[in-house]
């Protein structure tokens, strides 16, 4: 009964609140402080919507006058309205599909998310002269690896394409992981399990000195993070 009653509770206040905010986000997309400021709260209303504790750790370690490429892994839905907790505004990377929804697809597109096709491999080279561009600008990148959400918090294969634009961009990769949102919100389900969910800030990894050369080297550096930290029991949330 709790899980029916927190599933149909957060779920209207998804769609109320998205309602509510279109016609701010309309107006206000060109100020992305105030965009960035409006993120932060919904991100918050929505996690106590969900019943969910949260722990964030290691975020004195983002510098908000730096651009990043933060890299985090993917374990639910939950992930998102975690990282709204970022002191910086983040541009997020997503598949095209997400831009057909209605309202939500506006939405995105109001707050400079970058579209991401990756059936089409001349558009997603693309995205990422885009995503580049935005980076070079001040702007800071956020890219699931995985490219997908895991099933059981496990660590999916890494894709290369964010180590690329890192390298291509320059700017510093910023590895945040996240431990026990899956189980708030596992993939395949939208009901909703209140829980405790563990955000984990990484020093950032400098690129400005690669070149495409040093992508894998790159990759393992970063997969390795996400491991050690993922298999540290210090790390899992505490159950509520």
Same mark, same amino acid.
């Given at each position: 009964? !709790?899980?029916?009653?927190?599933?149909?509770?957060?779920?209207?206040?998804?769609?109320?609140?998205?309602?509510?905010?279109?016609?701010?986000?309309?107006?206000?997309?060109?100020?992305?402080?105030?965009?960035?400021?409006?993120?932060?709260?919904?991100?918050?209303?929505? !996690?106590?919507?969900?019943?969910?504790?949260?722990?964030?750790?290691?975020?004195?370690?983002?510098?908000? #006058?730096?651009?990043?490429?933060?890299?985090?892994?993917?374990? #639910?839905?939950?992930?998102?309205? !975690?990282?709204?907790?970022?002191?910086?505004?983040?541009?997020?990377?997503?598949?095209?599909?997400?831009?057909?929804?209605?309202?939500?697809?506006?939405?995105?597109?109001?707050?400079?998310?970058?579209?991401?096709?990756?059936?089409?491999? #001349?558009?997603?080279?693309?995205?990422?002269?885009?995503?580049?561009?935005?980076?070079?600008?001040? #702007?800071?990148?956020?890219?699931?690896?995985?490219?997908?959400?895991?099933?059981?918090?496990?660590?999916?294969?890494?894709?290369?394409?964010?180590?690329?634009?890192?390298?291509?961009?320059?700017?510093?990769?910023?590895?945040?992981?996240?431990?026990?949102?899956?189980?708030?919100?596992?993939?395949?389900?939208?009901?909703?399990?209140?829980?405790?969910?563990?955000?984990?800030?990484?020093?950032?990894?400098?690129?400005?000195?690669?070149?495409?050369?040093?992508?894998?080297?790159?990759?393992?550096?970063?997969?390795?993070?996400?491991?050690?930290? !993922?298999?540290?029991?210090?790390?899992?949330?505490?159950?509520?």
């Amino acid at each position: 009964m !709790l899980v029916l009653f927190r599933t149909i509770f957060f779920w209207s206040t998804v769609f109320s609140s998205l309602l509510f905010l279109v016609p701010f986000l309309f107006t206000l997309q060109s100020r992305p402080k105030a965009i960035h400021w409006i993120e932060q709260r919904w991100g918050r209303l929505l !996690l106590f919507a969900g019943g969910v504790k949260t722990e964030i750790q290691g975020m004195e370690k983002i510098d908000p #006058s730096r651009s990043y490429i933060i890299m985090a892994n993917h374990q #639910s839905y939950f992930d998102i309205f !975690l990282l709204l907790f970022s002191p910086v505004l983040i541009r997020w990377m997503a598949k095209k599909e997400l831009f057909k929804i209605p309202v939500f697809g506006s939405i995105l597109r109001w707050i400079g998310a970058i579209e991401v096709d990756r059936e089409n491999k #001349s558009k997603a080279y693309l995205s990422i002269k885009q995503a580049v561009d935005k980076i070079r600008k001040g #702007s800071t990148v956020l890219i699931f690896p995985e490219g997908t959400r895991s099933t059981v918090g496990e660590l999916l294969p890494f894709s290369k394409g964010g180590f690329s634009l890192a390298i291509l961009a320059g700017a510093p990769i910023l590895p945040i992981t996240i431990n026990g949102s899956c189980k708030i919100m596992p993939k395949g389900s939208y009901r909703v399990f209140p829980g405790s969910a563990t955000l984990s800030v990484h020093s950032p990894v400098e690129t400005l000195e690669l070149t495409l050369k040093d992508r894998d080297q790159l990759q393992k550096k970063i997969k390795e993070i996400f491991q050690n930290d !993922l298999k540290d029991p210090s790390s899992l949330p505490v159950a509520s």
